[in-house]
């Protein structure tokens, strides 16, 4: 059975995440507590489209005022586990830390589209390709870019970078963010991740997300990282991440990599285009 956490306990577990959340998804939620037939299971489907609020749920259902002998990866789990009351405790104290700005709220419409869509395809991929629990594809997929608001907040010309990263065609695009800013949003959502205690392999594939050479190169790697970190770059590059964050046409991370890539998920070619043809049909993919 699980206890309702108190008003301190909650405000105790989100210091030091700063994700805002979606507007949107704060009203729907919030209209959906008040709703007469108000069920857990929609709310745990609207906290999944949010980067912020799914970290901070995953964060306390893995606190100590939690004790599971297993680290939490699933949001519907994480939401079951905590409770309605505790649940809508946290979304109204994420709510009342504070507003954000129409600029703050257009300037970041990007990552949280491109997060929502590269979490569904990536859970997708999971399914085809076989792959067990692939609610940690999905997980890994709304949180692999978890870094870019906090880096926006940091550094006032974020956006320009990244778009110059994007349009390297040998560089990595964190190389090109460590020449900038001597950080990246790699390292940044590595640290946010550890904070949530997502399990180790999670946070190392968010660390190395944009290091798919170095981590398949490296026999130490974890088998499961490289196998979810294989299935969110197809899925980027399928969902068109390079065009909606980086507004290039090209996706030279791909190009570099997708061979490794696919030969570790034993993609033919055709299988590649067959399952880009089926996540594009679904709206969640670009014609590439």
């Not at 709220?105 to 569904?120: E, K, N, R």
């Not at 949003?185 to 660390?207: D, F, R, T």
């Not at 190009?255 to 034993?266: C, H």
Request: with cysteine; net charge negative; glycine share 6%.
């Amino acid at each position: 059975m699980h206890e309702d956490l108190t008003t301190n306990q909650i405000q105790k577990i989100l210091q030091g995440v700063s994700i805002p959340p979606q507007p949107q998804i704060m009203v729907d939620l919030q209209m959906e507590q008040l709703s007469p037939t108000c069920s857990i299971n929609e709310i745990a489907r609207l906290i999944s489209q949010d980067v912020g609020l799914s970290g901070s749920i995953l964060k306390t259902v893995n606190s100590p005022y939690y004790k599971h002998s297993n680290t939490i990866t699933s949001i519907t789990q994480a939401v079951s586990l905590m409770g309605v009351n505790s649940v809508v405790n946290m979304v109204n104290a994420l709510s009342i830390r504070g507003a954000l700005s129409d600029d703050d709220i257009i300037a970041l419409g990007s990552f949280w589209d491109t997060a929502m869509d590269i979490a569904t395809a990536a859970a997708i991929i999971a399914k085809r390709l076989g792959i067990p629990n692939p609610e940690e594809a999905y997980t890994l997929g709304l949180f692999h870019n978890c870094g870019i608001p906090l880096m926006m907040q940091r550094f006032p010309n974020y956006w320009e970078i990244m778009r110059e990263s994007y349009a390297q065609q040998s560089k990595a695009i964190t190389e090109v963010e460590n020449i900038h800013l001597h950080t990246n949003h790699a390292v940044v959502g590595y640290y946010v991740s550890k904070s949530w205690n997502l399990p180790s392999y999670l946070c190392q594939a968010i660390h190395d997300h944009h290091r798919v050479d170095a981590a398949f190169a490296d026999d130490r790697s974890d088998t499961r990282k490289k196998t979810l970190l294989a299935v969110l770059k197809i899925a980027e590059h399928i969902g068109g991440i390079y065009r909606s964050l980086g507004k290039e046409d090209v996706d030279y991370e791909w190009e570099r990599i997708s061979e490794t890539v696919l030969i570790y998920t034993g993609l033919s070619r055709y299988e590649f285009a067959n399952l880009n043809d089926e996540i594009t049909e679904m709206g969640l993919g670009v014609n590439n």
